[in-house]
């Protein structure tokens, strides 16, 4: 496993102060459409942007109702629930908890519904994630390849969805998308909390992904690193 990285600078002019912010902390493409889901740890952040690349149109749905069912069904109150991953194949979705409130909650939501903000059909699977120095790292991304859910998971000293603590390091891992069972996890070199994975490349003996780093500074700029994976 070798990383690469390549830094981007962001426009002053596209600044959320955070309490307004949407947090946009998923991206998730299926077919011809983006869709961004907002994380759920506000009341303000339950929105749904589907894009459709053909035409250029944007259609935003509310996830209130959702989002309450998720929490019903998981018993995971206001303070912990926090979706930044998802994965939809056209028929059915999975969310991914970050687990990084006080109950450290990491699991993932298998709703068996095309539309997701009409979900009625829904189940919850706990995960244990591996550690550093005892805090357990929490779901930050997932992306599919065939029947693996590749995922990034961050360890942060925190008890907060919403306030920002010392990064204590990153993961890699693979999930069986069918049973959901942990297939690995590799702690990935260095000090840095990804929140973004993509697949950019794959070979016959190795995949190769995007991460994006979220460096917690009010500097507009995040690095985006090439890891590579034998398989």
């Not at 209130?64 to 994965?87: M, P, Q, R, W």
């Not at 690995?184 to 929140?195: A, S």
């Amino acid at each position: 496993m070798h990383t690469t990285q390549y830094t981007f600078q962001g426009d002053p002019a596209l600044t959320f102060y955070k309490p307004e912010k949407p947090d946009f902390e998923v991206l998730c493409q299926y077919a011809d459409r983006f869709y961004i889901l907002g994380s759920g740890s506000t009341a303000k952040r339950n929105m749904l942007v589907e894009f459709d690349i053909r035409t250029a149109k944007f259609l935003t749905k509310d996830l209130t109702a959702t989002y309450k069912k998720l929490k019903g069904i998981s018993e995971i109150n206001d303070e912990n629930f926090n979706i930044e991953g998802a994965v939809f194949n056209g028929q059915s979705w999975l969310l991914f908890n970050r687990g990084n409130g006080n109950d450290s909650k990491n699991g993932i939501f298998r709703i068996f519904d095309k539309e997701l903000a009409n979900a009625e059909n829904i189940t919850f699977t706990t995960l244990k994630l591996p550690n550093i120095n005892h805090i357990e790292s929490s779901f930050t991304d997932a992306v599919l390849l065939n029947d693996d859910i590749f995922f990034v998971s961050t360890a942060e000293d925190t008890e907060s969805t919403y306030a920002d603590g010392e990064i204590l390091g990153s993961f890699i891992g693979s999930i069986n998308s069918k049973t959901l069972n942990l297939n690995f996890t590799y702690r990935i070199p260095g000090l840095h909390k990804f929140e973004g994975i993509t697949l950019f490349k794959k070979a016959d003996k190795t995949l190769e992904f995007l991460l994006c780093e979220d460096r917690d500074t009010d500097e507009l700029k995040t690095i985006v690193y090439k890891l590579t994976l034998s398989v």
